[in-house]
């Protein structure tokens, strides 16, 4: 003989509501691991496809080099559309147009360094504050070592250390960026986003390079440190990271 015990309505819209409950916990948690295997394959994807990109234009200008060189012509590479600027002195008593281009730059400290897409304004800009800064055109490298050693995210209007690919993702997935590898390509090729993504990095904080300035207050075609360093502002930034 069996007894049947009448469950109360209330008790029964509790566990169904429980069961609801689990059964949506369960379902977000496997659609947080799947996102977090894609995320770790579509990382390694975009980093072996960039390498692949890096090796395939090296290979070309080297080709294109031995082409002309066989014809007897000369090769001109592409001009450069990124420049890496650190402002290596201070501003006392300077007129307010240098100082005004400096807080535009975001250099508004001495070793502050930041990218800078090149172009005819932004040539002008350098010119007119060369004295108080140091610039040339970085390497993948360079642009590596800044974004891993230094880099620094403006979240909501702070300096936040960049440790993690979800804090580029959260700001800049809208523009097809989602971890460090992406950023760093957009900053080193100029891309369509560079605005945004050199936007979400912090100004680079350095250190007085290792064994000192040469002279700071001369061009560096004349012995000192100012100026455009073409390829050899990368020299300066490995002993300044």
């Known amino acids: 003989m069996y007894l049947y015990i009448r469950v109360p309505e209330v008790v029964r819209k509790r ?38 990109q890096y090796r ?28 890496v600027v650190t402002r290596i002195r201070g501003i006392l008593g ?19 360094t930041v990218f800078v897409r090149l172009n005819k304004a932004t040539l002008a800009m350098l010119k007119l504050v060369e004295p108080y ?11 590596k070592k800044l974004v891993y050693k230094r880099g620094f995210l403006k979240l909501d209007s702070k300096r936040v250390p960049l440790v993690d690919n979800t804090q580029i993702e959260k ?6 960026i989602i971890c460090v590898e992406d950023l760093i390509h957009e900053i080193y090729t100029a ?19 290792r064994g000192g300035f040469e002279d700071k207050g001369t061009h560096f075609i004349e012995g000192g440190d100012a100026g455009n360093r073409e390829e ?10």
């Open 94 to 112: 300077v007129s307010p147009k240098p100082k005004k281009i400096l807080q535009l730059l975001r250099l508004r400290q001495i070793n502050n």
């Open 171 to 176: 700001v800049l997935a809208k523009h097809n």
């Open 191 to 209: 891309g369509p986003n560079f605005a945004y993504a050199n936007r979400l990095l912090w100004p680079f904080k350095l250190s007085n390079p």
């Open 56 to 83: 395939t234009e090296k290979r070309q200008i080297i080709e294109a080099k031995r082409t002309a060189k066989a014809e007897g012509n000369f090769f001109v590479e592409a001009q450069p559309k990124v420049a």
């Open 15 to 52: 566990l169904a509501r429980s069961k609801l409950r689990k059964e949506k916990k369960d379902a977000d948690k496997v659609a947080v691991a799947k996102k977090a295997a894609w995320r770790k394959k579509e990382y390694f994807v975009r980093a072996e496809k960039y390498v692949k």
């Open 133 to 143: 800064i140091a610039w040339g055109y970085p390497t993948l490298e360079t642009v």
């Open 232 to 241: 050899f502002i990368n020299a300066l930034l490995n002993r300044m990271i």
